[in-house]
């Protein structure tokens, strides 16, 4: 699914790229095409390549696909492990700029990341109130990931486990990676003395990776898909999960 996918949206960027270049109406496409391509990029372990998709001018777009593009850039550079503090206020400066309540959650979530735990969680409890997010099921999961994370960091146990019950939902994560929430939610159960629980489920998102990675991903991408910088790498090396 992830290498079909990259193909199509590369595609879809080649034949957008020069109407737009040439000055037709296909920027605002183009853009989207590219904001959709480069989270698979980091869906796919590969952060340098899905900033390479963000390098353009962008300012003659909408605020959502600017504010996108942004959190994208936020993401990329998360997951290399390093810090913006230039991106991180250029994404503070977007939010009251959202006329649209759920982009603008996509947002906080990504700023929350760059902040301390406890101004992460209060985000996270905010948005919890928010219909936008409570409407779609994959969203809210996302935000209850980041709230049981940020409690789990502040050592409140009691308030991740208020948090969890959407991650024992059968909702598919949106614009959180599955291994993500797989981690997040192996860590509530070593905090509360169930390694066996931690160790099942981490094992099952292994075996999840690792056939998704020889049934949905061109075999070029599969080695970052399991090991480049991301939480699939983080679940694979746990250790908790044993080799293959």
Do not use: K
């Amino acid at each position: 699914e992830y290498s079909a996918a990259r193909a199509r949206l590369e595609s879809v960027i080649e034949e957008l790229a020069r109407p737009a270049a040439e000055g037709g109406d296909t920027r605002t496409d183009l853009v989207i095409a590219q904001n959709h391509l480069a989270q698979l990029w980091l869906s796919l372990g590969q952060p340098e390549r899905s900033r390479a998709l963000l390098t353009a001018d962008d300012a003659d777009v909408a605020v959502r696909l600017r504010a996108r593009r942004v959190a994208l850039r936020m993401r990329a550079v998360r997951l290399l492990g390093r810090a913006d503090t230039t991106l991180l206020a250029q994404a503070q400066a977007l939010l009251p700029a959202h006329e649209s309540a759920f982009h603008r959650a996509l947002l906080e979530l990504e700023i929350a990341c760059a902040l301390p735990p406890a101004v992460a969680l209060q985000t996270s409890l905010n948005l919890l109130q928010a219909s936008a997010v409570l409407e779609r099921p994959g969203l809210h999961l996302h935000v209850a990931t980041r709230g049981v994370a940020a409690a789990l960091a502040l050592g409140d146990v009691a308030q991740a486990e208020a948090l969890a019950t959407p991650l024992l939902a059968s909702a598919a994560p949106f614009d959180i990676e599955r291994a993500e929430v797989w981690l997040t939610l192996a860590a509530l159960h070593q905090a509360q003395g169930r390694p066996d629980a931690a160790t099942a489920l981490l094992q099952q998102g292994a075996q999840w990776l690792r056939h998704t990675a020889a049934q949905g991903v061109a075999a070029a991408d599969r080695p970052a898909f399991l090991h480049g910088p991301g939480p699939n790498a983080r679940l694979l090396a746990h250790r908790l999960v044993s080799a293959e």
